[in-house]
């Protein structure tokens, strides 16, 4: 998926903080126990992605691994730079995330919002619709101040990771802005007022990755590709999470040349998303919402997926795609869940 622009028709080739960690949590990476560690590179998106790295991490080790994330949610609010997807990674691998929503800090305080909200009436809408937490908003303030100041999104990443004590390497997919754009029957909306304005329960009619033409990947994403010992594709929503990674130009490409090396995670078990709406925005674009389908779309860059053992059955289509098929739990429901759902897929890759 290279286009800049969501597939529509499905079946298609080309798709197409609270201070320190959480116990049990291995922010100092390192290899595991018994040898040198596998380079894994993950392709993420938000929560699942998040889930199912602290998993990889906690098999080979956060310095074994790099994410290459997706940054066509990113949003700017209240003159801040958000970028949920690469921050929902990060605060995950500090071990510092709040469990409950997936998203933001632990042990968050929403004075701000509160304040915030307080100047609905005169600004005649609601401003903290999108809730940022008073943590959480020293991490926009210093990217925004960063990038104003002529940073690079990859180096101000790799601060706030740093400054999270987080090792592995995490790469936003382009140092140019991508933004993904959603058609509704009521026209042409930003991700998040879909996602959390309208709390994702409109019907999706298109989807497009606006300025990914001119995009290019962030330093280092192209090579980490290339030289992982294994490339995972998180489960993620294949469209909008992973589609926008696919659509900076050269990502692709570089994933379909180490498809021999590459494990897709489904995301849809039993038809159903976990969280979110990759289920129904798979309907609504003409995908199977299945693991199958997920299966199907991820065919040209990957040789094995993991699918759910509820979704067992399908095995036998899923292979006569020429994809391996794995069969394990993939409900990550807390860390030995993600840490099990890891050694599957580290396993399934060729
Ligand atoms: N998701 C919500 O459903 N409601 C919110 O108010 C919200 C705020 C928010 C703030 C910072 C952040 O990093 C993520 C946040 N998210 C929120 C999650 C985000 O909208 C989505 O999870 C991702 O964009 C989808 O991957």
Redo the contacts with the bound molecule.
């Keep these: 998926m290279n286009t800049g622009q969501a597939p529509a028709g499905g079946r298609t080739q080309a798709v197409a903080a609270e201070a320190g960690p959480r116990p049990g949590h291995s922010g100092a990476g390192g290899s595991p126990a018994g040898g040198a560690a596998l380079a894994v590179t993950a392709i993420a998106?938000?929560?699942g992605a998040a889930r199912m790295l602290s998993g990889i991490a906690s098999v080979v080790g956060q310095r074994s691994m790099t994410a290459v994330v997706?940054t066509g949610?990113d949003t700017v609010l209240h003159g801040l730079h958000?970028?949920?997807?690469l921050?929902?990674v990060t605060y995950m691998m500090a071990g510092v995330s709040n469990l409950e929503?997936?998203?933001?800090l632990a042990g968050e305080t929403w004075g701000v919002m509160e304040a915030l909200a307080a100047f609905d009436a005169v600004a005649g809408r609601s401003l903290a619709?999108?809730?940022?937490g008073d943590k959480?908003l020293a991490t926009h303030l210093y990217r925004t101040g960063r990038l104003a100041a002529g940073a690079t999104l990859s180096q101000v990443t790799s601060d706030i990771a740093t400054r999270f004590g987080v090792e592995a390497r995490l790469l936003p997919m382009s140092d140019q802005r991508v933004e993904t754009r959603v058609t509704l029957a009521s026209g042409e909306v930003g991700?998040?007022e879909y996602?959390?304005g309208l709390g994702h329960a409109v019907p999706v009619k298109a989807v497009r990755f606006a300025g990914s033409e001119v995009a290019r990947p962030a330093p280092g994403v192209l090579q980490a590709i290339e030289r992982a010992d294994i490339v995972v594709i998180c489960p993620s929503n294949p469209v909008v999470?992973i589609g926008p990674v696919l659509a900076v130009p050269g990502v692709a490409e570089a994933i379909v040349r180490r498809r021999g090396a590459t494990v897709a995670v489904s995301p849809i078990i039993a038809g159903k998303a976990l969280k979110?709406p990759a289920d129904r925005m798979l309907a609504e674009l003409g995908y199977e919402p299945s693991a199958a389908g997920v299966a199907e779309m991820w065919a040209p860059y990957a040789a094995a997926i993991v699918v759910d053992n509820a979704d067992a059955g399908l095995a036998p289509r899923i292979e006569a795609l020429g994809v391996r098929c794995v069969v394990a739990p993939s409900v990550m429901s807390g860390p030995a869940e993600a840490a099990k759902l890891a050694e599957a897929a580290l396993g399934a890759a060729p």
């Design positions: 998106g938000g929560v997706n949610d958000v970028c949920p997807d921050d929902t929503t997936g998203w933001g619709w999108f809730r940022l959480d991700f998040q996602f959390v999470s979110g």
